[in-house]
Structure formats: structure tokens, C-alpha cells
């Protein structure tokens, strides 16, 4: 389905509620923690709202939708303090499903920003005056709303003053009557238009389950014929890539997923590959033999340190008579990924 830009009145709507909700400053007294869920009347999905600005860094309003939002936003929330890893700290970033507004300098806007302030009539002076809004979806560069988006994010907005306003008067509104819940604002239709009430709902919050290929008994008896069996470790890790890739204009850019497979003792690349994010772990079983029947080797062990990736090696390299370890740091393919990172444009 394709899907439609706002309309004029939409922008309308949209900067407005922003404007009302920045006007009041709720992250004098609200933290990035004190989260709350606002349900969309149209699509029925909670959108979990994280007020951000009490260091004085980032002043913004994210709203983490569904569950797949929320455990993006846990996540980033278990992010260590220092961040260390920053490509890692990168890709946890850049798995975020949310929307946001948020509220910065005039050179953060881009011209289509810009376009849509010059033709509502409206005039923004100061450091972080200028309402900026974005669209986050897994794997995907941050893009404008879409229609349907802009019109959930004014309803957040205008929620997410009221419960401020709330909070500030009663710190305890957002306490759990018991574990699990989380206080969500539910609308109701009625002949007058939408009602909000209060209502405490458990989010499901399961992992999504890792899609396994069928193994090819055909193709691994083949390989292991084939290949020269050798003293030697791999690591293997699948990331994002650090260039986006924008196959049409005006859609949405996306970051390739990349396999990655290094000599353990001497940090030679062995091979590497790019698959698309969504089926990404659908094919990574496939695209790793690929990569290794290029080598013509069987190692006597494979690092990772990823369980995903481990669930996913562990039927094929069991076959292939290779130890499969999970471990806490792959050391040479960290330095190839920097190394990889730098080479395609990536800021460390």
C-alpha cells in the first residue's frame, strides 16, 4: 500500500500540538524513564512515550510503537553508560521503531522541513525553537511522516501534555498498581468526538522466534567432501552496514545488513556478503555456506557472540563435524569491521 504524505491541515495540526506540548517544558521535571503509552484509535497500537530534555542535551518526545517499539526502547535504555562499542551503539539506534518530535537548531531542518514552515506561516527564533519530526523504523535512515503518522503523533502530543501536566501534580500516576502494567491512555469514541481514559495494560513483549531455514543434507555432504579441513578458528557476525541505500528517490533509505567472515589468528576477511534487512536471518544460513564453500575450508571452530547467529549455525555446523562457541568478543573481526566501518564512510 503506498503511503500518502500529510496534507497542510495535518502539518497544521501536527506543529500546533507540538508547539502546545513544548511550551510547557515537561522535561524540567519528567526523565526519559517515566514512560506511558497513548493507544492509536485507528490502528488500535500503543505508541509508548519517552519524554527526553532533562540533561538539558535532547529535547523531544519519542514514541515507541507496539511492542516492537517498546523493546527497541528497552534496549537503548540497557545501553551501558559509557556507550562503548559506538558502531554497536549505532545499530541499537538504528533499530529503534518510533516516532519523534523533537525540538533543535534551524540547521537540523531539511529543505522539505523548511517548505512545509514557510508555507504554514510560521516563524521559529532560538536554539532548540524549531520542531523537527521523523519517522524511525528498524534498519531504516530516520524519514518524514506519513500521513497516518502525523496524525497519531498530534494525538500523542496533546496526550502527552496532559499526562505531564498530570504527573507534575501527582508523581505516583505513573505507578504500576502491579508488575507488568503500564498506565496507557485509551480513547473512546463517542458523538462528540474522542473521550481519553485512563486504563493500565501488559504488553507482550516476546522476542520475535528466528526464522530456520530447512537444512540442505545434499548441499552440507557435498561441502564436506569437498573441503579441506584445516586448524583454524573463525568468527562470524552479522551488522548493519553504515551506508544507507535509497533505491528510488523520495523512498525510504535502509541499511544493508552485512555477513562477515574472519581468521581468527591471523584477521584475515575469509568473505563477506549484504542482505537486505527483513530477511536478513531468513538468509543467513544460505549466504554463510556460500561464503565458506568459496573458502574450501572446514575450521575446527566458529566464534560468535550473538545467540541469534548461533541458533542459526548451530544445525549446519554440527553436521559439518565444526565446535560452535559463543563467546564474549570477537576480537579480529572487530578490528575488520572498523576497518570496514571507516572504508565506507562511517564517523568513529
Not at 502539518?11 to 500546533?16: I, K, T
Not at 522535561?27 to 530534555?53: K, L, R
Not at 568468527?235 to 548493519?240: A, S
Request: aromatic share 12%.
Amino acid at each position: 500500500m503506498k503511503e500518502t504524505t500529510p496534507t497542510m491541515s495535518d502539518w497544521q495540526a501536527l506543529y500546533q500540538a507540538a508547539l502546545e506540548f513544548k511550551e510547557i517544558e515537561a522535561w524540567t521535571w519528567m526523565y526519559d524513564s517515566d514512560i506511558f503509552g497513548v493507544q492509536d484509535p485507528v490502528s488500535g497500537e500503543i505508541g509508548y512515550c519517552c519524554i527526553m530534555g532533562a540533561l538539558g542535551e535532547m529535547f523531544a518526545l519519542a514514541v515507541y510503537l507496539g511492542d516492537e517499539g517498546l523493546r527497541s526502547y528497552i534496549r537503548m535504555a540497557a545501553q551501558p553508560e559509557p556507550m562503548g562499542d559506538f558502531i554497536e551503539t549505532m545499530e541499537v539506534a538504528l533499530m529503534q521503531k518510533c516516532l519523534m518530535a523533537s525540538f533543535g537548531a534551524r540547521k537540523e531542518l531539511s529543505d522539505v522541513d523548511h517548505q512545509v514552515i514557510k508555507s504554514l506561516g510560521l516563524k521559529f527564533r532560538g536554539k532548540n525553537a524549531w520542531p523537527v519530526f521523523r519517522s524511525y523504523r528498524p534498519a531504516c535512515f530516520p524519514w518524514y511522516l506519513t500521513a497516518d503518522e502525523a496524525k497519531f503523533l498530534t494525538l500523542v502530543l496533546q496526550q502527552a501534555r496532559e499526562v505531564s501536566l498530570r504527573f507534575r501534580e501527582n508523581h505516583a500516576l505513573l505507578d504500576p498498581p502491579q508488575e507488568d502494567l503500564w498506565f496507557v491512555r485509551v480513547p473512546e469514541k463517542t458523538e462528540q468526538g474522542l473521550v481519553w481514559k485512563d486504563t493500565w495494560l501488559t504488553p507482550t513483549l516476546l522476542e520475535e522466534e528466528i526464522p530456520v531455514e530447512p537444512v540442505d543434507e545434499l548441499r552440507l555432504a557435498r561441502f564436506k567432501k569437498g573441503a579441506r579441513r584445516v586448524q583454524a578458528v573463525w568468527e562470524v557476525d552479522l551488522f548493519l552496514s553504515p551506508t544507507a541505500v535509497q533505491e528510488e528517490k523520495g523512498e525510504r533509505p535502509y541499511y544493508p545488513y552485512m555477513i562477515l567472515l574472519v581468521d581468527h589468528e591471523s584477521g584475515f576477511v575469509l568473505g563477506s556478503d549484504i542482505v537486505a534487512p527483513g530477511v536478513h536471518l531468513t538468509e543467513f544460513t544460505g549466504r554463510f555456506l556460500t561464503l565458506a564453500e568459496r573458502v574450501k575450508c572446514l575450521p575446527v571452530e566458529i566464534w560468535t557472540r550473538k545467540e541469534e547467529i548461533y541458533d542459526l549455525l548451530e544445525p549446519v555446523v554440527s553436521r559439518l563435524g565444526i565446535e560452535l562457541y559463543m563467546v564474549d568478543e570477537l576480537e579480529a573481526l572487530r578490528e575488520a569491521r572498523t576497518a570496514l566501518w571507516r572504508f565506507m564512510g562511517g564517523d568513529l
